[in-house]
């Protein structure tokens, strides 16, 4: 499956909407407000505005026109009825998992998710929250960890290094039927490849850094559901935490957004190019891309997936640490860096020589090399992974 055409609503929605000319001056680009606090002409007004802070402009902290630009892009192409933009996807992660948690409460992450996920989940022991992490994706699998106290499913499809997929309609019927709530951080994917709240998943989160971004050069995440939702959210965690996104960051993001269709077409046509190629290779036991056929999950994929982003794995055959960072080293079109969903190839590995022990409490090879294909010329990247790999 290859996505030959990103939808005409989509395109529309990230070229043009929320873009309210007239409210900016009929100018081409929407202009930045670079403003904490709004002035108001009468301290009734003011008092009003702040009893009813979600709709007005008050401070930074709350709203404010540039941010608000890119929530309404990002909602509408989610397919949400609202959206709050994040100084980062960690800072949404955990305002998603807060907004859904209370003591004593207990959380299913399905599968390998973000490291950092874990991390927080972790944390969140302190208040008496608890968590079981799945040794898989499947349906069954997740059943079985739901426990008397579970109140969230938190889904990552596809999950983190190995990219294995989640049967989402299923999860959310099961989850449903238990009264338990969804939770999915959709960045690898994007709203240009899946949807999940068309599958009743109940809080979607983007990490912008990435593909919707698009450049690299900022920080922000996003938490997309129904209007009630994203109300208590914006009250309590979005305010109470801090951790608002700011208005250079919002005019940044929606200009990757304006591009995302074309960037993700590109990006899906040179992971799946590379992906193919490294397929065989005689230093290499596994490619992990749900797009390849060799994939577990492939026809799952072709079912929950619109398409492919860039962004898979390869496990080395010899998967000593000394041959992991030779591998890498010997690269010279991909950047070693720990993000991804830019314009450029970057490369990483989970294995750091000294964490052996924690990748097989993960089931992550310690020959796994993570590869972001960007949108270089797709044989300039396999010639040159190929003479890395030797």
């Not at 190019?273 to 797009?291: C, M």
């Amino acid at each position: 499956m290859v996505t030959e055409a990103v939808p005409h609503e989509d395109r529309q929605t990230l070229l043009h909407g929320g873009d309210e000319r007239e409210a900016f001056g009929h100018a081409a680009v929407p202009p930045i407000y670079q403003t904490a606090p709004f002035a108001y002409d009468t301290f009734e007004a003011y008092a009003e505005a702040e009893r009813t802070d979600y709709e007005h402009y008050v401070y930074w902290r709350g709203t404010n026109p540039t941010v608000e630009l890119a929530e309404r892009k990002l909602g509408e192409l989610a397919g949400g009825e609202a959206c709050k933009c994040f100084a980062s996807g960690m800072a949404a992660i955990t305002a998603a998992l807060m907004s859904s948690l209370s003591a004593g409460d207990h959380v299913v992450a399905v599968g390998q998710v973000y490291e950092s996920t874990v991390a927080l989940l972790k944390y969140l022991g302190k208040w008496g929250i608890s968590h079981t992490v799945t040794a898989g994706c499947t349906v069954q699998e997740v059943e079985r960890a739901i426990g008397r106290h579970t109140k969230v499913i938190y889904m990552e499809s596809p999950s983190s290094m190995t990219f294995r997929l989640t049967d989402v309609p299923e999860v959310v019927r099961l989850a449903r039927s238990r009264g338990v709530r969804t939770l999915i951080d959709n960045t690898w994917a994007t709203p240009i490849f899946q949807k999940p709240l068309e599958h009743g998943v109940d809080l979607v989160i983007e990490a912008a850094s990435k593909y919707l971004g698009g450049h690299n050069d900022l920080l922000a995440g996003a938490v997309i559901g129904s209007q009630a939702a994203l109300e208590s959210l914006f009250s309590k965690e979005f305010q109470l935490f801090g951790a608002a996104l700011a208005p250079f960051e919002a005019w940044l993001l929606s200009r990757g957004l304006r591009t995302l269709p074309l960037r993700m077409k590109g990006h899906q046509e040179g992971g799946l190019a590379v992906a193919r190629a490294l397929e065989g290779h005689p230093a290499i036991a596994r490619v992990n891309h749900p797009g390849l056929p060799s994939h577990p999950d492939y026809e799952l994929g072709k079912r929950v997936l619109k398409g492919y982003s860039g962004v898979f794995s390869i496990e080395l055959k010899d998967a000593r640490f000394e041959r992991v960072a030779e591998v890498i080293n010997r690269m010279k079109r991909f950047e070693i860096a720990p993000s991804w969903g830019g314009y450029q190839s970057q490369a990483v590995s989970p294995n750091y020589g000294y964490n052996l022990q924690a990748l097989e409490q993960e089931r992550l090879s310690p020959g796994l090399i993570r590869l972001a294909v960007g949108l270089e010329p797709p044989e300039e990247l396999i010639a040159d992974l190929e003479a890395a790999l030797g």
